[in-house]
């Protein structure tokens, strides 16, 4: 969804929705409600991420502060999960059918 549909969605214009992604804007709480009537297959993810958020000290937890300085100093960006599998269970479909991930 481009940041214009979001808007339409919530409703606000497009510039809130960078604002808040980027960290730049506070998001509100219809703003989080309103992310969840968009995403109903997130589960109420974005209010709860809101509620959680009114209790840190500033703009991200203090246990996130170590990776806000590595991405702020970063050429590249690469994450590992070992359980997590990119594409939900139709990629592990797909591989075991294929016998590889690839």
Do not use: H
Not at 10 to 32: H, I, K, Y
Not at 77 to 90: F, I, K, Q
């Amino acid at each position: 969804m481009t940041l214009a549909g979001l808007g339409a969605a919530v409703p606000c214009d497009a510039s809130t929705v960078s604002g808040v992604e980027s960290g730049q804007l506070s998001p509100t709480e219809r703003f989080a409600d309103s992310c969840d009537e968009t995403y109903p297959q997130m589960g109420g993810w974005f209010a709860r991420f809101y509620r959680a958020s009114l209790k840190w000290d500033g703009p991200y937890p203090r246990w996130f502060e170590d990776w806000v300085d590595a991405e702020g100093r970063a050429a590249v960006l690469r994450g590992w999960e070992p359980l997590l599998v990119p594409g939900g269970s139709a990629a592990g479909t797909a591989a075991a059918a294929s016998g590889s991930w690839c």
